[in-house]
């Protein structure tokens, strides 16, 4: 009865491991395919050639307000799309709770923030944002132009939700993007998000 016990543990152990995994640095990043605002359906896939920022949101989370409240965020992504770019907002909050709106409100909430990013995309089930090990909102990742992870982590060196850190904070996304713009190793590849737990279901 007890070694029936241990193996039931052991293997329900092994499920959460497999159900929250990371994605590696130099690794492929995990393919989905997800749909945005809109319902228009957008694949990792389809934008290799391209450097992709993948950022996961959720516009209420203090943390988040800091890098929009103080245009950060906006800047970032004007900055990245405006060269080439492509960035994908993730919301991997399940339906009900904080950081879900349905497509209208959600194009109302990006349109009231000033969003620049090329699609906000549906995850409510969560499967995209375990797979990726996204653990924070806003929680960050850089994949290049072949698909591998270039860069995880937090968006800046400057853990709080305080907008006038942001002045002085050095920015591990822009010098990720700038570095595989200039077909250079990602100096800083790897580093511990913040932010906002993500409200998984």
């Known amino acids: 009865m007890r070694s029936s016990l241990i193996a039931l543990l052991t293997l329900s152990l092994l499920g959460s491991a497999a159900a929250f995994a990371d994605a590696e640095i130099g690794k492929t990043a995990p393919a989905f395919t997800l ?3 809109q319902g228009k359906s957008h694949s990792l896939a389809d934008y290799k050639g391209k450097t992709v920022v993948l950022e996961w949101l959720n516009f209420d989370c203090p ?3 800091k890098h929009y409240g103080s245009g950060n965020m906006q800047k970032l992504q004007a900055d990245a799309t405006g060269k ?13 709770k904080e950081g879900y709106f349905e497509p209208k409100a959600m194009e109302a909430r990006q349109k009231k923030e000033k969003g620049k990013q090329t699609a906000i995309l549906y995850d409510s089930d969560g499967k995209v944002g375990k797979a990726f090990g996204a653990k924070n909102t806003p929680h960050m ?5 072949d698909g591998n992870v270039a860069y995880r982590g937090a968006i800046d060196d400057q853990d709080s939700a305080d907008a006038e850190d942001v002045a002085t904070a050095k920015n591990y996304v822009s010098a990720a993007v700038e570095d595989l713009r200039a077909n250079r190793k990602v100096a800083t590849a790897d580093t511990k998000p913040y932010g906002c737990g993500v409200k998984y279901q």
């Not at 080439?84 to 009900?96: D, H, N, P």
């Open 84 to 96: 080439g770019t492509i960035w994908l907002s993730i919301v991997s909050s399940a339906k009900g």
């Open 63 to 65: 943390f988040v307000k």
């Open 35 to 37: 749909k945005d605002t």
């Open 141 to 145: 990742f850089v994949v290049d132009k």
